[in-house]
């Protein structure tokens, strides 16, 4: 079974600062993660998400995230962050099987502060 | 760009009452699945649903769950007698199934129960 962690529920930021945003994950199988971002009251909408190869994955507006395996870890980042980067940020991981179910964590609150 | 759409985007309900949440998916997917959130809560899986039948199920997809595909184009989620727990948004998502994971999540159905 696989699990995920996101120790921070809120993150208050300045405009223009750059922000991390903490996910680690446990699973006895090889997976792969994903962040999702969802916007006040909208559905959730697919981020970026590592499968193979780099471990280092870019979004088109700016957010990267490192796949660690080491440390299980596959944290979000962004050099400079916006007013409209204000939603909540889902890490979710799923098993390496076609069709295979997300487990999300529990989400990270993002707030932009001018 | 295809979108994963739900109807409606507000369902009230009495406890006791039978509600049928609405889905259609990405026109040549063919994995499909309900996640719900209680409100400040996580996305929590629900069932997948391939081929006519389920897939998986959470504990959570208890009897008073059920899911259908009665067309082509809609994949529905019933709720036999709703409890005050069952209000949470209910989102429906949808896979091609390729070598990756990547699901597609409609807006959502504000489910509350009284």
């Known amino acids: 079974a696989q699990s995920v962690t996101q120790l921070d529920s809120q993150v208050p930021v300045f405009e223009e600062a750059p922000v991390e945003l903490r996910c680690n994950y446990s699973?006895?199988?090889?997976?792969?993660l994903f962040w999702y971002v969802q916007y006040p009251n909208q559905g959730l909408q697919l981020l970026l998400k590592?499968?193979?190869?780099?471990?280092l994955v870019e979004s088109i507006n700016g957010f990267e995230a490192e796949f660690n395996k080491s440390q299980t870890s596959f944290h979000l980042r962004k050099p400079s962050v916006h007013i409209s980067d204000t939603a909540e940020y889902f890490c979710?991981?799923?098993?390496?099987?076609?069709?295979?179910?997300?487990?999300f964590g529990t989400g990270t609150r993002l707030q932009v502060f001018p | 760009e295809p979108e994963v759409t739900q109807t409606p985007s507000h369902q009230v309900t009495q406890m006791g009452q039978e509600v049928i949440l609405r889905c259609v998916p990405i026109s040549n997917h063919l994995y499909f699945y309900w996640y719900r959130q209680i409100l400040g809560q996580k996305v929590e899986f629900l069932v997948s649903f391939y081929n006519n039948e389920i897939s998986e199920k959470s504990e959570i997809f208890d009897d008073q769950f059920s899911v259908e595909r009665p067309d082509g184009s809609n994949f529905t989620l019933k709720i036999r007698s709703t409890k005050l727990e069952d209000s949470a948004m209910y989102f429906c998502a949808s896979t091609w199934g390729t070598a990756y994971n990547e699901q597609f999540f409609g807006p959502g159905t504000r489910l509350t129960v009284l």
């Open positions: 979710a991981v799923s098993a390496r099987a076609i069709t295979d179910k997300l487990i």
């Open positions: 590592y499968l193979s190869g780099s471990t």
């Open positions: 699973s006895s199988v090889s997976v792969y």
